[in-house]
């Protein structure tokens, strides 16, 4: 059991599908060889197959506390990394060619739904829905994993793989029931969502939070009461887990999304919501009831002119009060650091990177030099 | 279990070689590894019911020329290329102390591993003290040739004669204990999921 316990608050009011979380993930982690398919954070259209494609019907988990069998994603279930033939259409010298994935044969990339969602004109919903790994307080793959390679930290609670005991048997692929771990076929390791340790030991938020326009990632302690997650979870009880009943204790939670009312055959407006509330119980538990009806009331409030302290959480309009204690700029964080002894002469040139590349081990250690 | 001295192990590093057909050949005996002994309750829970192990006899005969021991082992048991898992074969041999085979050693005895798997030309040196605790073994030279025919491997692994530290001692004219694992790739067998000898074979060095 951990100490504490850092954890994430998702605002799926305001989430808009813009994938900069995604990108600011992909740039940082997983520029290593044999993780061009991993996106340690994905963000899906709901209803939607999600990524990867059908993970909720992939088992694992835990039912009556007891671990449920699971299966292993393959690459293609997560969605393939194309690879585009530019060299043959910008150089090639023949006028007719086109632009295509893995020679037109690609299959169905992470995110191919996008924007499909569910219902019927005019009655048409979806809304977007981003993912990384919960940092479960029971984290099924580590209870999985036979070689102990999977640890939880005991001051923040974040969940880590160690990369030099993992020997890629991919148990906690198995067991994970949100399939959020990525196998590393050239370095023959599993490998996750860290929740941005090194920046959490710093101070500083996770990269998807501070990247997001949307001001819709809220980090902090599950039990600060001064801070937004406690808040969120605890107080208002409007920030629920994914999928609670499948027993891990997920350690993000998400604001549901309010629709605007279903249209009737006529052409009027409903009491109903457009995006069915049965649907977001089945991915967030009964606790959506309430949930909505807090939000719906303290939107009200607030349009009368009255405080609601609700309401100016999830606006946010302080940006860094978002994070709770993790405020600080990634910047300053490096700067109070000491160089290490093997860093500390003058940097070569960097060369202009032009495309995606990824690197090795090594080379990513040394920040994408070679 | 005998190895026979011969005058150069080299030629029959090749599992083709004719010059296997003079060794004498002994089967043993391999019985998946207990469901109760599987190290986490998902494991035990997503392998109940489900047949593993399959690998019931491995035919296996070993050479040494003074210098270098070689064994070749065959078995029935060729995965269709392209799953998850490779087919593998461990030899174990004790390094110290009286190591217990299923437990896969402890800290005072621990059990040096050779690893040979199907995707790969390299042999794994391995050392374990107990279950689920492998970790890289010491630095030996070690060769690995392998043949798939038809439903069959046939595998070669080599090492030198001798041992210290943690290097499994083999030594002309001793005697020492010997077991084996065999992993069918195309089950999803890996890690504890396996077939393996119940216990140590006694392996004799000719002098």
């Known amino acids: ?370 | 279990m005998r190895t026979q001295r011969v005058k150069n192990v080299a030629p029959l590093l090749d599992p083709a070689d004719p010059g296997w057909r003079t060794v004498p050949v002994e089967q043993v005996s391999m019985m998946p590894t207990p469901l109760a002994m599987q190290p986490t309750p998902y494991i035990r829970n997503s392998w109940e019911g489900r047949e593993y192990g399959r690998v019931t006899d491995l035919a296996v005969a070993s050479v040494h020329d003074g210098r270098q021991w070689a064994l070749r082992a065959s078995w029935r048991g060729v995965s269709p290329a392209g799953k998850d898992f490779p087919d593998a074969l461990a030899i174990a041999l004790p390094v110290r102390g009286k190591p217990v085979l299923a437990l896969m050693g402890a800290a005072d005895a621990p059990i040096h591993f050779l690893r040979w798997q199907a995707n790969k030309s390299v042999v794994a040196s391995q050392i374990a003290m107990g279950i689920g605790s492998s970790a890289r073994g010491p630095a030996i030279t070690c060769s690995a040739q392998a043949r798939a025919e038809g439903d069959r491997w046939q595998v070669v692994i080599a090492r030198p004669l001798g041992g210290a530290g943690d290097l499994a001692p083999l030594v002309a004219g001793r005697k020492t204990g010997i077991g084996f694992a065999v992993w069918m790739g195309g089950n999803d067998e890996r890690g504890g999921i396996k077939a393996f000898s119940i216990d140590w074979a006694e392996l004799a060095l000719d002098a």
């Not at chain 1, 920046?199 to 001064?226: H, K, N």
């Not at chain 1, 406690?230 to 208002?236: G, N, R, Y």
């Open chain 1, 1 to 370: 059991m951990s100490k504490r316990q850092v954890a994430m608050v998702m605002d799926l009011n305001k989430c808009i599908g813009c994938q900069t979380c995604t990108v600011a993930c992909k740039t940082l982690w997983t520029r290593r060889e044999g993780m061009e398919h991993m996106l340690w954070n994905t963000v899906n259209t709901q209803p939607g197959a999600g990524t990867p494609h059908g993970f909720e019907s992939m088992g694992g988990g835990f039912r009556d506390g007891v671990a449920q069998p699971g299966q292993r994603p393959s690459v293609e279930d997560f969605g393939k990394a194309w690879n585009f033939n530019h060299e043959e259409v910008f150089f090639g010298g023949k006028g007719e060619i086109s632009l295509a994935a893995d020679g037109g044969k690609h299959g169905k990339g992470p995110n191919w739904d996008e924007d499909q969602g569910g219902g019927e004109f005019p009655n048409s919903h979806y809304f977007y829905l981003p993912r990384i790994c919960n940092h479960c307080t029971h984290p099924a793959c580590l209870e999985a994993c036979p070689r102990k390679a999977i640890s939880k930290r005991e001051d923040n609670g974040i969940v880590l793989i160690d990369e030099d005991r993992c020997k890629g048997y991919r148990f906690c692929q198995e067991a994970c029931p949100y399939k959020k771990i990525y196998y590393n076929e050239v370095e023959e390791v599993s490998q996750k969502c860290i929740f941005c340790f090194p920046r959490i030991d710093e101070g500083v938020t996770t990269a998807c939070s501070r990247q997001c326009p949307g001001r819709v990632r809220f980090v902090g302690y599950l039990d600060d009461p001064e801070g937004p997650i406690w808040k969120f979870v605890t107080k208002h009880k409007v920030a629920l887990p994914l999928h609670a009943e499948y027993g891990t204790q997920p350690n993000v939670f998400y604001v549901p999304p309010l629709s605007p009312p279903k249209i009737d055959d006529e052409g009027n407006p409903t009491d109903e919501p457009r995006i069915p509330t049965e649907y977001l119980v089945s991915l967030f538990g009964n606790g959506v009831h309430d949930a909505l009806k807090t939000l719906e009331r303290e939107r009200e409030r607030n349009k009368r002119g009255e405080k609601s302290e609700l309401m100016d959480l999830l606006i946010a309009r302080k940006w860094l009060d978002m994070f709770g204690p993790f405020q600080k700029h990634p910047r300053d964080a490096a700067r109070n650091r000491p160089i290490p002894q093997n860093q500390q002469k003058p940097r070569a040139p960097q060369q202009q990177v032009s495309e995606i590349r990824f690197y090795t081990k090594e080379e990513f250690k040394k920040g994408g030099r070679a």
